[in-house]
């Protein structure tokens, strides 16, 4: 929300910057388009952008990976989660 | 004065506990990677980078845009932005290690539990095609797949043997065992074809299988030595002994040979069981591993954007927030390391070289696991240089 905000921001900067001299918003574009001059406002908003998109891959990525449960794991819940013993147990006899 | 009764010992509950330690680690490390926050330390970092952002903010200087706008509080919101995105760009990246670090430990904490069972021994003998599936290395072919076909195999042999020697089976666990022996004739019917973990019955009934083969084979552990291992363990001692230089016994301790003896047919059906619980075992490993390379992967490029991100644009104080990057990118670099090692010289994910657990082995699949993870992130530096002022271009008109 605040980097949502704030990009509406920075827009609204943008659009003012037309009035009351045109010129200054036309040095803006001038400035935003020229990418490799490394004092582009828009290099940083895409790398951003970019980091953003790793972000959120990873996110989705990992819960995808979460909702597996592989079988040894499933064993020892359900071990977790029975009884201590049950009517299934058979007494241990000394081998003999 | 009567002496208080024992608690009955049932070959259903002594391995429960076993499990119910390791379940309880497992539950960890899936709160680890499920939470946002996967430990109390996270509010450390949480309030090292709050401090951090107390010191740095003032010292944040104007861009370029500030020349240009005409903000009432003479902050624009493109500065506020790159404000943001770095430190929360600084702060992803630091989290992703911390995460690491912390995965790391709840899984080395389950695999100390994994080496207490008697099961380790059966990690020793398991494929080397899945003891690369549990190393720290590029996402590889379908693993899971793999594991999944070569326990389908291991149950097929373990069939196999009981079939083979179904009546010695029994006569070696003797009358007194009759229920064990027909709880093993009962496990040994289950279908070996994986076409029922496609489903949630079938997969119910992998887990009933596993489950009951624990309890078997806990069963068996407490059994050893069967009277065939002892008789075979005395017949080979014997044999070394005659030898003009004998080496028995000097070579592996009694218990050990013991474990991996296998004169019998229930000895040797033990052996083929433990590799198929141990193959699941190893599944859940690389379960845990795979989580380990994404959030690996996604360390390095986050590193990567980081730097691109503060090398993109002048912004004072650039070579203050160069060397605060610095100092994340050490803290990426150390837990990587300290993963890699740790994994390295793990006593069970030593798969394919059991001799060498508590040593780091410096083998091609090592050095080149540490060149891909930790080679491009200790690459970094070289690109935080802070540029000299010649070199930005006057744009701004």
């Known amino acids: 929300m605040v980097y949502l905000s704030l990009s509406i921001g920075f827009v609204t900067d943008v659009m003012n910057l037309a009035t009351p001299d045109p010129g200054r918003w ?38 995808a990976l979460l909702q597996q449960r592989t079988i040894f794991e ?5 071990r977790v989660e029975l009884p201590t013993q049950t009517s299934h147990d058979v007494p241990h006899r000394p081998p003999g | ?31 680890r990677l499920f939470r946002v926050a996967p430990s109390n330390w996270a509010v450390g970092l949480i309030v090292a980078f709050l401090c951090l952002g107390v010191w740095v903010g003032p010292q944040f200087g104007r861009s370029l845009e500030a020349l240009m706008s005409d903000a009432p509080d003479g902050v624009p919101m493109f500065d506020k932005l790159f404000r943001l995105m770095v430190f929360a760009m600084l702060l992803a990246t630091s989290w992703g290690a911390f995460r690491l670090a912390v995965v790391w430990l709840g899984l080395r904490k389950c695999l100390e539990g994994f080496a207490r069972m008697p099961i380790v021994t059966a990690f020793d003998r398991l494929p080397p095609r899945l003891a690369r599936l549990t190393q720290l290395s590029l996402p590889g072919p379908a693993s899971g797949t793999a594991i999944g076909a070569v326990a389908d195999l291991q149950w097929l042999h373990l069939q196999g043997i009981h079939q083979a020697k179904k009546e010695e089976f029994a006569k070696e666990l003797g009358p007194d065992r009759a229920e064990l022996t027909e709880v093993v004739a009962d496990l040994m019917k289950e279908p070996a074809a994986q076409e029922l973990a496609l489903t949630s019955r079938g997969r119910r009934a992998l887990v009933e299988r596993l489950g009951t083969l624990h309890d078997v084979l806990r069963e068996l552990w407490r059994l050893e030595p069967m009277k065939a291992d ?33 004169a019998g047919p229930v000895q040797l059906w033990v052996r083929a069981a433990e590799e198929y619980a141990g193959t699941r075992m190893v599944e859940y490993v690389e379960w845990v591993t795979r989580h380990l390379r994404e959030l690996a992967l996604f360390m390095l490029l986050s590193l990567l954007l980081a730097t691109l991100l503060l090398s993109s644009y002048p912004y004072p104080p650039q070579s203050l927030l160069r060397l605060i990057l610095l100092v994340v990118l050490g803290g990426t670099v150390g837990s990587l390391i300290f993963v890699l090692i740790q994994m390295n010289r793990d006593e069970v994910l030593r798969l394919d070289r059991p001799d060498r657990a508590g040593k780091v082995t410096w083998n091609l699949r090592f050095v080149m696991n540490l060149l891909t993870f930790v080679g491009p992130a200790a690459a970094h530096p070289a690109e935080l240089r802070v540029p000299r002022a010649a070199e930005i271009p006057l744009c701004v008109g």
Do not use: Q, Y
């Open chain 1, 26 to 63: 036309w040095l803006f574009f001038r400035r935003a388009v020229e990418i490799d001059s490394m004092v582009s406002p828009v290099l940083p908003l895409v790398l951003w952008g970019l980091g953003l998109a790793v972000w959120c891959t990873w996110h989705l990525r990992r819960i």
């Open chain 1, 74 to 78: 499933s064993v020892c819940r359900n």
């Open chain 2, 1 to 31: 004065m009567s002496s208080p009764r024992k608690p009955r010992t049932t070959f259903r509950t002594a391995l429960r506990d076993d499990l119910r330690r390791s379940a309880v680690d497992i539950r960890t490390i899936r709160l």
């Open chain 2, 230 to 262: 002892v008789n075979a363990l005395i017949e080979g001692l014997n044999k070394e002994f005659e030898k003009p230089v004998p080496r028995g016994g000097e070579e592996a301790s009694t218990a050990l040979l013991i474990r991996r003896g296998f």
